[in-house]
């Protein structure tokens, strides 16, 4: 079950963090951006920096999150790139997750599943397109627009739903409430429990997660205690505002039930700290660790 | 103005039809498939299978819509096709809709916005990835993940934004009552409303419209008078189970007002009505242009 194994790396390396690749061609270091002229070479120069950051961080992390969009930017060979970085990650063992935030009617919604999560019939063959562990969904459409996701996973893969996001405006929708007393967050958040019911994993904890911002730490108190065998993707630490106080919410008692994405806090560090920038990526990672430490403790799966 | 040149477009061919390149290499006739055995393969087949579906259709509609999980399924090598596919559409004259329900945080936002209505900065240049007139987009995150595809399109480009969608669970959270008493698709309605206050053309309909399905006719009817100034496109109709009469409520009294999109019922014709994929595609949207005229009448500005 694929959330058991996420857990399992962040136990072994007790480490909750998760380095968001949002790689833009503006966040490289003059030098590798020397040259560049046409999404062909954005690609490479992108990719390039990617590796680097791997290889100086892949042992301290227990997983990475690729945001689609910064790749997308680049046409197709930026999504060259993005699939490099996803193979790439796995064979540094880490868990990846797709940060697409797909959502559609249920025959478009398999497809999306497909590309992701499983393969795609070709001929007489079957090819992954952009092989994920994990992709994050957005559920405004209701079941139906989930299940293929779920199906196509089999526990074996999973996804993050957005349930309160870390932006200014989430609250705009999502902290609306229902005439049932909920707010439209702890609505889609019993939708997301209930979507991961078949899924529970050995740590409690089922395949279908729930993206959840650091930046509000009272709707995470709220949810961490609603959503008992949902794990949280959390964005919004660091740069975003989030500090690893606000984000204790979103854990349970043995200091699992969420992974805590940074990017920009890894990706641009160098300018920071100065040095190289996959030598400085590392340097943040540890400064990461050791502030999440301090707040949740030793992670331990009781 | 993006949505008073579909209009005119809409006006000119007497046709509120959008063709939806929905194109899966199991929806080509055997022919096309023959010998396809990898990603490359498939994107070569399904453009080719698009360019006849195009140069067939391009005088009957104003407009197409690309879904692009069809596209993604078949990796880097399927974008090409989406991106081919796109600029060909717009050589023949038609509106370009990409359908990728793309939603995020501000700054990520801003990327798609980039990709799909404008351009992305590479070294000394900028290059346009997936050329669009229209993107559709998911409001979950509120206004600033919207707010960059607005300043981006500037008016010369638009959005879609989902609000109530076509498919048989939209109504698990869309249709749920706010606390204020207005449904949750209204008040998505009322915030798409807002956010295009400042683009309002000259046919009275703003720049940033709203995904309406032709599957729920008493919403579209509540929707239509909520919102005057904002554009449908108008999925379900045909596969999906929408007819005619059932979208009817979609428009004004002048016919105005949507735009209904028909992907499987044009692109799989040949397999109902026999003879070539491009003829039966012909056919299917002369019979649709007929079905809808039968209820509009004619559309005219007045």
Known sequence: MITDVLIEKIIEKQNPTCVGLDTSLDYLPEELRVGVSDFTGAAKAIFAFNRGILESVADLVPAVKVQIAYYEQYGAEGLCAF??????????????????????????????????????????????????????????????????????????????VLVKTSNPSSGELQNLRLEDGRTVYECMGDMVEAWGTDTVGSYGYSSVGAVVGATYPEEAKILRTRLPHTFFLVPGYGAQGGSAEMLSNCFDGRGLGGIVNNSRGILCAYRKLGGSFDEAARKACLAMKEDLHAVLGEICAK
């Open 83 to 160: 699939r490099d970085t996803l193979v790439y990650a796995r064979e540094k063992g880490l868990i990846v997750i797709a940060d697409a935030k797909r959502n559609d009617i249920g025959a478009t919604a398999s497809r999306y599943a497909a590309a992701f999560l499983g393969k795609t019939p070709t001929g007489d063959r079957e090819i992954s397109a952009f092989p994920s562990d994990f992709l994050t969904v957005n559920g405004y459409l209701g079941t139906d627009g989930i299940a293929p996701f779920v199906q196509e996973g089999k526990g074996d893969r999973g996804i993050f």
